[in-house]
């Protein structure tokens, strides 16, 4: 059904009166953010750093843009829509559409709410990750010899020495693998405004934090490792130094963005200043693309094709520039694998049900 269906009619489908000003889940989502947020800040103030606020201008700044482009997307598709109807009212019609949409108080506080989560927990993980480069990078060469050996005696780059020979299809992979956090701030703003039900949310939003925290704090600490792109400069030796030139050969002719942004972050970590961005097993990257697929297969065939197809290209993009040892991406997988059967296990506790979505049309 639509996603403006019945907007003129209650928000809130359930009758039964609730226990919590909040619903089902979100108090626990909450608990979590700002949990991390909380921790964040005190391991920032111990090692000296300052959080950057600029996380959550951005952030706001980033979900504005987006949301300006649905509303001018949707408006348009609502005007065709009363051009085949002929309507003979059809400003009034999509006007009152999107007013009733847009001014729903219990969608409003939903969007608030998940953009509180999710701009508390990126306060307190920015920090947080910095744990993973204290005790250094003692893993790389390890992962090297594994997925040369996992791979028939190869590493995966040599085996896609045909693509580097076409220089376009490198440069269009390395603009969708920094498409990333632009689809997962669409992610966001799609649960925010009431897209997928109540469950669905929720399980995305426990499953991005849990994946996060487990992968990029915890296993990344113990399983430090920097990744291909600065193999060579930490002094492991030349396995990737035909990767590396080949992608500079590359660079050359046809702008990657990943080189430039490698080389910042390279800088940043030898000039002593932050180390927190140099982090490699898991591949949160992978990770995150694989809970945006798992949140779009109950869309029908084509939000699976889109969301497996965004996952196959990050994960070939992590490798293909550089960014990732490719058992990066597979342990990524496993774990957001985990941590969505669990976030389905607490979201069944919690008794959160997809009928109870925000609006009749959610459904």
């Not at 009363?82 to 219990?106: C, E, Q, V």
């Not at 963005?257 to 800088?267: C, D, G, I, P």
């Not at 490719?326 to 774990?335: R, W």
Request: some cysteine.
């Amino acid at each position: 059904m639509s996603l403006f269906a019945d907007t003129s009619k209650p928000a809130l489908r359930s009758a039964a009166p609730r226990r919590s000003a909040l619903p089902a889940g979100d108090g626990t989502l909450l608990i979590i953010a700002l949990g991390t947020a909380l921790v964040g800040q005190a391991v920032g103030v111990f090692s000296g750093r300052r959080t950057d606020m600029g996380v959550v201008t951005s952030v706001l700044e980033d979900l504005a843009l987006l949301g300006l482009l649905a509303f001018a997307v949707v408006s348009f598709i609502l005007f065709i829509d009363a051009a085949r109807r002929r309507s003979k009212t059809p400003a009034r019609d999509i006007l009152t559409t999107l007013f009733g949409f847009l001014f729903d108080a219990a969608r409003l506080m939903q969007f608030a709410r998940t953009a509180a989560i999710f701009i508390l927990f990126a306060i307190g993980f920015g920090e947080l990750k910095g744990l993973a480069a204290i005790g250094g990078f003692a893993w790389d060469e390890s992962f090297m010899h594994l997925e040369r050996w996992l791979h028939f005696a190869r590493l995966p780059h040599e085996w896609l020495r045909p693509v580097y020979d076409w220089p376009l299809a490198v440069q269009i992979v390395n603009f969708i693998y920094n498409l990333w956090y632009f689809v997962i701030i669409g992610v966001v703003l799609a649960i925010g405004i009431g897209r997928g039900g109540l469950e669905n949310r929720f399980r995305f939003l426990f499953a991005f934090m849990a994946s996060w925290l487990i992968g990029g704090v915890l296993i990344a600490s113990v399983f430090s490792s920097a990744g291909p792109c600065f193999y060579g400069r930490l002094g492991f030796g030349g396995d990737y130094a035909l990767l590396m030139a080949r992608l500079g050969a590359i660079d050359l002719t046809h702008n990657l963005y990943a080189l430039s942004t490698q080389n910042m972050l390279w800088e940043s970590y030898a000039g002593g200043v932050n180390a927190s961005p140099i982090s490699a097993f898991p591949s949160l990257h992978v990770a995150t693309a694989t809970l945006i697929a798992l949140f779009a297969w109950p869309s029908g065939w084509l939000g699976r094709m889109a969301g497996l197809a965004f996952l196959a290209t990050i994960l070939f993009g992590s490798v293909l520039l550089g960014w990732h040892y490719a058992v990066d991406g597979y342990a990524g997988i496993l774990i957001a694998l985990c941590a969505w059967k669990v976030a389905g296990f607490v979201s069944a506790r919690l008794h959160i049900d997809n009928d109870q979505g925000l609006v009749r049309g959610d459904r």
